[in-house]
């Protein structure tokens, strides 16, 4: 008797067993992830044995440049980016920009291939030692499941980790021989993780606010991702407090043509002091407190001031050295601050104002190409940016309005932007992309204009080009150098290189030529590459 139920529930289980890669094919299909980037190697080939046809595969030439691409896709969609990687050095030519997505919190998951089971301990050709190690720290979650069966389990935690705050890279090696294997049928399912602020927290915030007489926020690249934009909007105008980019910002976290605007933060403790000078409350949402490039001496805010924090970081929240840290969802603690009582009307608070406007010259400057481009480009325009020393000039003439309108590197490395124009135009194709691109930068991820260029992606690259690594120029007299070797790029033919991987391309060297040409570059219904010689100073 006691047979029967038995044999039932291992009929029913034998109903529900595919083969690993199907239950994996099903579990991102639920989780509306049918776009892969990669660069396939032998130990992946088995994944994709019948290849739906509902799925999408980003070919990329060089692991980087797919990691990049994923990363970009993933923030512009707001869904996990899956990549496939080679096993141990497709991986390895993958870490700067998996460094680089673990600084965007950008919810992208790894699948590496390995070599099979049976010969990991005979450490065979193209096998990865210690696979899950290699990726670490640079990831949330990192994993080489003990058993074939394990494998789909193992990719679903993966997706739930990379996509829980603060979001993150997450990795997961399969052996070869595991994607033929059979294992139970999982479903994908719901987890939120979406956290509110204690409400006593929030009360300590709301009274901080009204007891200031001059707050002011700094807003961080956490705020776009969050949902919190248009709150923090609300909160500024409510509290007339002006609103700073926290340094080294990587999204846009205040629409920067807005009153209240004042401007961007420096990474430098002293300079982000004497910006802050006379608020009695600096209230930080979404950033670190604070993120410096070089070192500084001296206090780490100005006299008389307070600091709050929220962050959805409780790690960022742990190393800010003093002030109150709140961790918690960044739009659900904003919503919680306007649902208090509105104060008293408060007097206007200013920001930066309008811009000056820049002049033509000849050769052109990295200011004026910003403006020109700034008045060109469609008005709903994504801007993807890795140019260094064109940073601040873009900052100072190219504004940005929207919470997904802008993305660059959290790292500092290089390598990244390029290919991660191309993941949000893939994301985006109703949006004109234009990646605004160093010509030293460029040089890293160049192979990314292949990818555009096959998918005739309608967006806009714009080279700038000082010829050589500039930024580096410019730090050099921090510490006193007067010539720096290995700095200069001269040689390269970008339009020629442009052509060679299927875009079309224009250089321009002469102001009365650049309208023109932008315009044009902004119409394009496939890429279409602008290379801007522009002078080489600062």
């Known amino acids: 008797m006691d047979d029967a139920p038995s044999a039932k529930r291992l009929s029913q289980a034998a109903s529900r067993q595919v083969t690993v890669r199907e239950a994996v094919i099903h579990l991102l299909r639920g989780f509306g992830c049918t776009t892969m980037f990669g660069n396939p190697g032998s130990t992946e080939l088995p994944l994709f044995r019948d290849w739906p ?7 990329g030439l060089q692991e980087s440049v797919v990691l990049a691409m994923a990363d970009g896709f993933a923030q512009a969609t707001h869904n996990a980016g899956f990549v496939n990687l080679h096993s141990a050095a497709g991986v390895g030519h993958a870490l700067g920009n998996l460094f680089t997505a673990w600084k965007n919190n950008a919810q992208v998951v790894v699948i590496a291939g390995q070599q099979a089971r049976a010969m990991l301990p005979m450490e065979p050709f193209l096998g990865a030692t210690d696979a899950a190690e290699f990726p670490r720290p640079y990831v949330k979650f990192s994993v080489e499941p003990a058993r074939a069966e394990d494998v789909p389990a193992a990719i679903a935690r993966a997706y739930y980790v990379a996509m829980t705050e603060p979001k993150g890279p997450t990795f997961v090696s399969v052996p070869v021989d595991d994607w033929d294997k059979a294992c139970d049928l999982i479903e994908p399912r719901e987890v939120i993780t979406r956290r509110r602020p204690d409400p006593d927290a929030i009360a300590r915030v709301g009274e901080a606010l009204e007891a200031s007489r001059r707050p002011v926020l700094v807003v961080g ?12 909007v609300a909160l500024a105008e409510r509290w007339q407090a002006p609103v700073w980019v926290a340094p080294r910002s990587f999204h846009c976290g205040f629409p920067e043509s807005h009153p209240l605007f004042a401007g961007f933060l420096a990474p430098l403790k002293s300079a982000v002091v004497d910006k802050l000078q006379g608020h009695d409350l600096i209230l930080v949402l979404g950033a670190p407190a604070f993120t410096y490039h070089n070192e500084s001496l001296g206090p780490f805010l100005p006299d008389g001031a307070r600091l709050i924090q929220i962050v959805s970081d409780p790690n960022q929240a742990a190393f800010t050295p003093e002030g109150l840290s709140v961790a918690a969802n960044l739009d659900a603690a ?8 509105a104060p008293a009307a408060r007097p206007s608070a200013k920001g930066r104002g309008p811009r000056p406007t820049i002049p033509s010259g000849d050769p052109i400057t990295p200011r004026y190409l910003m403006q020109q481009l700034s008045a060109l480009r469609p008005r709903d325009a994504i801007i993807v940016e890795e140019a260094p020393t064109t940073r601040e000039p873009m900052n100072d003439c190219l504004p940005i309005e929207t919470a997904d309108g802008f993305f660059t590197t959290g790292s500092g490395g290089l390598g990244y932007g390029l290919p991660a124009s191309v993941g949000v135009a893939l994301a985006r194709p109703d949006r004109r992309v234009i990646a ?6 460029a040089m890293y ?3 990314a204009l292949w990818s555009a260029a096959q998918a005739r992606l309608p967006m806009t690259i714009v080279i700038v080009n000082n010829g050589g690594y500039l930024a580096l120029k410019h730090m050099a007299g921090l510490f006193q150098m007067t010539e720096v070797v290995g700095v200069d790029l001269p040689g390269i033919d970008f339009c020629g290189l442009a052509k060679a991987l299927g875009c079309d391309a224009v250089r321009v060297d002469k102001p009365e030529a650049l309208d023109g040409v932008l315009k044009t570059a902004l119409a394009s219904d496939g890429p279409c590459l602008v290379e801007v010689m522009v ?3 600062f």
């Open 436 to 441: 605004i691109i160093g010509d030293g930068s």
């Open 445 to 447: 991820g160049v192979q």
């Open 221 to 232: 690249s956490d705020v776009g991702p969050s949902g919190a934009f248009d709150g923090v």
């Open 535 to 537: 002078e080489a100073s």
């Open 334 to 341: 904003v919503a919680d601050l306007l649902a208090r009582p």
């Open 53 to 59: 046809k509902d799925f999408r595969y980003v070919l």
